[in-house]
């Protein structure tokens, strides 16, 4: 989400003028998309900022702008904190930036650094500049892209500040997600995914609950896209009508994202997720049943507060007996109002939480590298998305990443490649044939 917000922030930057410069230190704005989901993720976007005081010093009139779930309400507090920041604005709040620019910069040709929330310097594809509109077919990006549908979340699990700082729900009407997807695709993109904080509880504030099974396939109709995707869903929202209806659509990608985020059901009341682990177990069973051929990725957890031992062998049983595709895990840390930060105390000693987390990195490392190595000498087709030394990179519909070597320039291509190497989070292949 937070890079779909960075492309939008890039549009309308573009609009006011300015272009991209990979350099830091000739950047007349620089923005930082901060997340604060984990301390670790907020350490990270607090320090960037901390060290762009000396870039200030040097030139009193760079412009320094934070935004991102790492903004709340309260940015008094946090313009005290960082002085030498010229604006916040909270996720989404692009209108905040584009009326400051408008004060600002009315008249500007400048120069600005994207920073994402993991402090690495982001820029985006280069833009024809020769018109103001982001939307007139003249861009040249990468062949994916990203585009929310749904922004907020009304689930309020315990650990999570995303409601807080996002806010509540809020679905695009439909027309407006297939005009955009249009002008992606006017665009040379051939693969969108779909994005929302619960993306399969879209529609249910629209007038006629339009849901994300109506939306696809709308979305099939459009000429020139390849392939769509969607995260992150919710367990408790995932529907049987979208498997049936994926099943049914040529262009959608058999891939959930689906966080189960711990498989003991009292650790799970505990996070209010709603659901019991063999109730996740059973959708899993359904989505396999109706897609034999879908990839299954996940959310874990280590650590919450009140997790035993006996809690998290219930998590590692979970994790075995389903087998994933990819794994996400994190230990728990603290967010400020959220539920768990205020009623609950943070007990599992850090070094007790490294521990497990590495225990379900190595469970994972060996369950997809024995699902992967099933693709051994056969052929995918993957969607070539770059170059990258000297190799081609791209996606199978099942979201493995693929690399191989290729002499032509295939960005944006289907192509079916034979597997000849495999391992737990890639693999390798030799050319076999274009597809498009």
Not at 135 to 156: E, H, N
């Amino acid at each position: 989400m937070n890079t779909a917000d960075s492309g939008k922030i890039g549009e309308v930057l573009l609009a006011h003028g300015f272009q991209p410069t990979p350099a830091i230190e000739k950047a007349d704005i620089i923005v930082v998309n901060g997340c604060v989901v984990r301390q670790k993720a907020e350490n990270k976007a607090m320090a960037l900022i901390d060290s762009l005081k000396s870039f200030k010093k040097k030139r009193p009139d760079l412009a320094i702008t934070v935004t991102g779930c790492l903004v709340d309400s309260n940015i008094d507090e946090l313009q005290d904190r960082l002085p030498h920041v010229s604006l916040f604005f909270r996720p989404q709040e692009f209108q905040v930036l584009e009326r400051w620019l408008e004060r600002q910069h009315p008249q500007t040709n400048g120069r600005v650094t994207f920073e994402t929330t993991t402090g690495q310097a982001y820029a985006p594809p280069p833009h024809d500049v020769s018109s103001s509109s982001p939307r007139d077919g003249k861009v040249s990006r990468s062949p994916v892209a990203f585009l929310p549908v749904i922004k907020g979340c009304d689930s309020f699990c315990a650990y999570c500040i995303v409601p807080y700082r996002r806010g509540r729900e809020v679905s695009h009407p439909p027309e407006e997600i297939v005009e955009e997807a249009n002008c992606l695709v006017s665009q040379g993109v051939r693969e969108i995914t779909l994005l929302g904080q619960t993306v399969d509880s879209y529609g249910h504030d629209l007038p006629g609950k339009p849901d994300l099974a109506d939306l696809l396939m709308l979305l099939e109709e459009i000429p020139g896209l390849y392939r769509v995707r969607f995260l992150t869903s919710h367990p408790k929202f995932l529907q049987e009508k979208l498997i049936r209806t994926m099943s049914h659509l040529r262009k959608v990608c058999p891939f959930f994202n689906l966080p189960v985020q711990s498989g003991d059901n009292e650790i799970l009341r505990l996070m209010r997720r709603g659901y019991a682990a063999e109730d996740y177990k059973r959708l899993i069973q359904s989505i396999r049943a109706i897609l034999n051929d879908s990839a299954i990725s996940t959310d874990i957890i280590v650590g919450f507060p009140g997790e035993r031992e006996e809690h998290f062998q219930s998590t590692l049983s979970l994790l075995e007996e389903i087998r994933f595709d990819s794994i996400h895990v994190a230990a728990y840390s603290p967010r400020r109002g959220t539920q768990a930060a205020r009623d609950m105390t943070d007990d599992v000693p850090a070094a007790e939480k490294k521990r497990r987390l590495q225990m379900v990195e190595q469970l994972h490392e060996r369950i997809a590298g024995e699902i992967n190595s099933a693709l051994l000498n056969r052929p995918v087709e993957v969607l070539v998305e770059s170059e990258k030394k000297g190799k081609w990179q791209g996606r199978t519909r099942s979201n493995k990443l693929v690399f191989f070597t290729g002499s032509e320039n295939l960005t944006g291509k289907l192509v079916q490649v034979k597997i000849v190497r495999t391992g737990p989070w890639s693999l390798s292949g030799e050319l076999d044939s274009l597809k498009s």
